[in-house]
């Protein structure tokens, strides 16, 4: 519930943050891996590829479910989008010079 996917125009979270639950389209994703890259209990860090689309609060929702415990996320971190990763992003401190001059690197 908690995404900007809109119904009748207007974002699901909005619905959420009332306490509305309401029926959501499915989506179809790939996932073309999941590893577990540290476990130290109740604490599961885990690396997710996956397709666009895809929402990771979902899929950590329903690992809970499917466990039979529940679960939630603590954070998240976007490493890679496409072709480009998080190695070759700028910080804000580093772009505002070049906006600055007018000129960022396309």
């Given at each position: 519930m908690y995404s900007?996917?809109?119904?009748?125009g207007k974002p699901l979270y909005?619905?959420?943050?009332?306490?509305?639950v309401v029926d959501r389209e499915k989506r179809r994703?790939?996932?073309?891996?999941i590893t577990v890259l540290s476990f130290a209990p109740p604490d599961v860090t885990l690396n997710v590829v996956c397709s666009k689309g895809t929402y990771v609060r979902t899929l950590?929702?329903?690992i809970g479910?499917?466990?039979?415990?529940?679960?939630?996320m603590t954070g998240l971190e976007r490493v890679r989008?496409?072709?480009y990763r998080l190695e070759q992003a700028l910080s804000l401190g580093?772009?505002?010079p070049q906006a600055a001059d007018g000129g960022?690197?396309?």
């Open positions: 900007a996917v809109k119904l009748n909005k619905y959420a943050q009332k306490g509305q994703v790939f996932f073309r891996s950590v929702d329903d479910l499917s466990l039979g415990c529940g679960a939630f989008i496409g072709d580093e772009l505002a960022l690197p396309l």
